[in-house]
């Protein structure tokens, strides 16, 4: 049996996951509710059988509907999950999860006390590329673990109810907290708002753990380049991750130091090693598309899903520290 979608908000994101959901077998859009009367006429013109609504009530109380996306400012996520929750419905729930670890907190509960899937939208978990990594990952290939780098900037789209912390850091910690099964202790984070919108604009985080592990990430919206890359250094190998790159996104180098200690005026030696580099295949399938068919499965088979409310709550996490350390001026505070 088909499962029935209702998607709340078309404005930037929606297009996508909405077409996707439509291309994705045993799902039916049928409604899709947004404020804009411009928005809801885009929807009628691209999707004819898809019924548009001016509010979101109508979609979370029609008994017909299995499953809400709510794709709509996150200072709305809490209010309208909690509502489809308690209506029975399936919630897929756009990046970042909830405001705070308490309101994702009860999210959680109210999809298990219900058996019911929550599915948070961490769309880079789903890439070919994100999947290869965390196979080399799990794998050893990269021996054990020095840092975790992340460079995330553009001239970009300025968002209107949250800083570019909260806009963009969301993608490299789902990569960082899914690839890397350690437990962080404390976050710093500085930032400015050069705009004087009342947000930072420009963010630097850094992310500490019990071990020398250490992760950092620099956010900005007013870079005149758009860089996406990761870097994770390992003891045997290195991993660059560049989501600009039309086909090598993945590349593993290996290259690396080996220390020695001997006797006499150096205590310890430093040796480098440079190796060869190569770049492995990965799947290209469009990363919304694998989401949505994971989604259905999991409402079908009652798995839990690879990005559910856990893993949008450890961002949530990071992120409200990180909020607290930037008020504090770069403060460490703890997770």
Excluded at 82 to 99: C, D, I, M, N, S
Excluded at 185 to 210: C, Q
Excluded at 246 to 261: A, L
């Amino acid at each position: 049996m088909d499962i029935n979608v209702g998607v709340i908000g078309y404005g930037y994101w929606g297009p996508n996951l909405v077409r996707n959901l439509m291309e994705t077998e045993g799902a039916v859009v049928v409604a899709c509710a947004d404020l804009r009367p411009d928005r809801r006429a885009l929807v009628r013109s691209r999707y004819p059988t898809v019924k548009t609504l001016d509010h979101a009530e109508a979609i979370l109380d029609d008994p017909k509907i299995d499953a809400v996306v709510i794709v709509t400012p996150v200072s709305t996520h809490h209010a309208l999950a909690k509502r489809a929750l308690e209506q029975g419905k399936h919630v897929l729930v756009t990046k970042p999860f909830t405001r705070t670890v308490a309101e994702g907190e009860e999210l959680i509960r109210l999809a298990e006390e219900n058996g019911l899937v929550l599915l948070v939208d961490h769309t880079f978990i789903y890439t070919g590329a994100v999947r290869k990594m965390k196979e080399l990952l799990d794998t050893g290939e990269l021996g054990h673990l020095y840092y975790f780098d992340s460079v995330r900037v553009n001239l970009g789209v300025f968002a209107h109810d949250s800083d570019v912390l909260w806009d963009l850091a969301p993608h490299d910690l789902s990569i960082l907290t899914h690839l890397i099964p350690k437990t962080p202790k404390y976050v710093s984070a500085v930032g400015v708002d050069h705009v004087g919108t009342g947000f930072a604009d420009m963010v630097y985080l850094t992310i500490h753990f019990e071990d020398s592990f250490l992760a950092h990430a620099h956010v900005n919206w007013l870079s005149p380049v758009k860089v996406r890359q990761i870097l994770i250094g390992g003891d045997r190998r290195m991993l660059v991750y560049d989501d600009t790159e039309p086909s090598e996104k993945v590349r593993v180098y290996d290259s690396g130091i080996q220390v020695t200690t001997q006797e006499g005026i150096y205590a310890t030696l430093v040796d480098y090693r440079t190796g060869d580099m190569w770049a492995p295949k990965i799947e290209l399938r469009e990363a919304l598309s694998a989401e949505c068919e994971h989604f259905v499965d999991c409402i079908r088979l009652k798995k839990m899903p690879i990005t559910g409310g856990a893993a949008g709550l450890t961002v949530v996490g990071l992120l409200e520290a990180a909020s607290k350390s930037l008020a504090a001026k770069g403060r460490r505070t703890a997770v």
